[in-house]
């Protein structure tokens, strides 16, 4: 995480932290930070959209814990704002209520912490990390099962799964009522939880799409890529540069490597796969989570062939069960 630019974001939090202090203890624009803390004043500020929905969400999950009206003005154009609103529907579940014009701005009047949610609260699983799984069905040709996630999931990365049918690969989903009683207002279910199940029983086709509001299972199409016919190109996904590492170079590197051929631009990358995949290439994880699980499942399917995951453990940041998991499915465990 010392790699990861957090700049931007304390740059829009000093404007509300009265005399609350955020100090950097070493490099300029990265963590680890110290804070000062004397709670969050208020007021007015500002915050780039393009650079990661995360910022936004971190800003508005503040907003109710600031001691006067504070107000956030998005600069261009927001990235991944399904997050966004999936962020202000929880916030108003606890009571707190966020004005908004559209992806532009929003404001608190009188911000007044949190409160309610009841007893039970329902939260979907990672549609991020499912996306592993849900590919790894139609790379091997083998039924693979997700639980939990619905088809109308407010996670933008949930509609990976349609992603994968754009390609020809068949998808199903299958309802679930919760083992909690919620009903409608005329008694019916309501139905909180579904299975994904993919797999693939024909040829893969490449693609043209713009990834914004899914921008994190890019990663994940960039390896089904490799077993699809022709050209795919993933567009819209700038704000890979700015995570663990540089994603879009990384990527590139770690695609030729198998002998795909690849273009990369600013905000964009295409993958047009080799007739055969280079066997035993070492895969480079540049101490990214992503990077570790996104080419593990190179080694799938008819087509596949062995890598080496060098620093496999990077992935404890967000799954740390995923070898195990991965192991499992593939019936080595």
């Known amino acids: 995480m010392y790699e990861r630019p957090i ?6 939090l000093r404007p509300l932290c009265g005399k609350t202090k955020i100090i950097y203890d070493n490099k300029e624009g990265f963590p680890p930070l110290t804070i000062k803390a004397r709670g969050l004043a208020g007021g007015k500020t500002s915050i780039r959209g393009n650079l990661s929905s995360q910022f936004v969400t971190g800003l508005l999950m503040a907003m109710p814990l600031c001691k006067g ?12 704002a399904p997050y966004v609103d999936l962020t202000l529907r929880i916030m108003e579940d606890f009571g707190a209520r966020v004005g908004r014009d559209g992806y532009k701005k929003f404001w608190m009047e009188n911000p007044s912490g949190y409160y309610g949610g009841g007893s039970r609260y329902i939260v979907e699983p990672d549609a991020s990390s499912a996306s592993y799984f849900l590919a790894a069905g ?10 939990g996630i619905r088809k109308k999931s407010s996670q933008g990365e949930a509609k990976f ?13 299958k309802g679930h009522q919760p083992k909690i009683g919620l009903f409608d207002g005329e008694g019916a ?15 893969l086709r490449g693609i043209d799409i713009d990834m914004d509001l899914m921008s ?13 016919e022709g050209k795919t190109t993933i567009r819209n996904v700038g704000n890979w540069r700015l995570k663990e590492t540089d994603r879009l170079h990384a ?15 600013p ?53 740390p069960g995923y070898w195990d998991e991965f192991k499992r499915m593939t019936g080595q465990a």
Not at 7 to 12: F, K, N, P, R, S
Not at 138 to 147: G, H, L, Q, R, S
Not at 251 to 265: D, V
């Open 69 to 80: 009206r504070v107000e956030v003005e998005i600069q261009g154009t927001l990235v991944s």
């Open 267 to 319: 905000d964009w990358i295409s993958i047009d796969p080799p007739d055969q995949l280079i066997p035993n290439v070492e895969i480079v994880t540049y101490d990214d989570h992503r990077m570790a699980m996104c080419f593990s499942l190179v080694s799938l399917g008819p087509k596949g062939v062995p890598v080496i995951i060098r620093d496999p453990g990077c992935v404890r940041k967000t799954y």
């Open 216 to 228: 994190d299972t890019g990663m994940t199409l960039a390896i089904v890529a490799l077993f699809a």
């Open 7 to 12: 700049g931007d974001l304390v740059e829009a």
């Open 189 to 203: 279910p309501v139905y909180t939880s579904e299975d994904i199940i993919a797999y693939n029983n024909g040829t």
């Open 251 to 265: 990527m590139a590197t770690e695609l030729r490597k198998l002998g795909a051929t690849i273009e990369e631009g």
């Open 138 to 147: 139609v790379i091997a040709k083998n039924f693979v099962t997700v639980e």
């Open 161 to 173: 799964a349609e992603v994968l049918y754009k390609m020809g690969a068949r998808i199903d989903y």
